[in-house]
Nanobody
Framework: QVQLVESGGGLVQPGGSLRLSCAAS????????MSWYRQAPGKGRELVAV????????NYADSVKGRFTISRDNAKNTVYLQMNSLKPEDTAVYSC???????????WGQGTQVTVSS
């Protein structure tokens, strides 16, 4: 049984920081690229950041470049999203995704709420 469990969301003021974590189990974590997505009310799901299986390459949405950092610890089967200089428009449910094109498999967590407000 594959599980992806996000944590670390919450309420933060504009300009503040949060670190999201996604703990994976039931899969060979080191063989999966990991991504963070978000969905705000009234908007479609947006790819925020992606990191390759070995952690050597990352990519970010233009809206978060320079503010967010994705990283992974394969020994802990965990991917992180460090979120700095948060803006109200970052408010969304953030979900992690594990994807292997080689295996043809794709898994999702249930998400964690991030609210940026004064």
């Amino acid at each position: 049984q594959v599980q992806l469990v996000e944590s670390g969301g919450g309420l933060v003021q504009p300009g503040g920081s949060l670190r999201l974590s996604c703990a994976a189990s039931g899969l060979m974590f080191s063989n999966y690229a990991m991504s963070w997505y978000r969905q705000a009310p009234g908007k479609g799901r947006e790819l925020v950041a992606v990191i390759t299986a070995a952690g050597g390459d990352t990519n970010y949405a233009d809206s978060v470049k320079g503010r967010f950092t994705i990283s992974r610890d394969n020994a802990k089967n965990t991917v992180y999203l460090q979120m700095n200089s948060l803006k109200p428009e970052d408010t969304a449910v953030y979900s992690c995704n594990a994807r292997s094109y080689a295996y043809g498999r794709n898994y999702w967590g249930q998400g964690t709420q991030v609210t940026v407000s004064s």
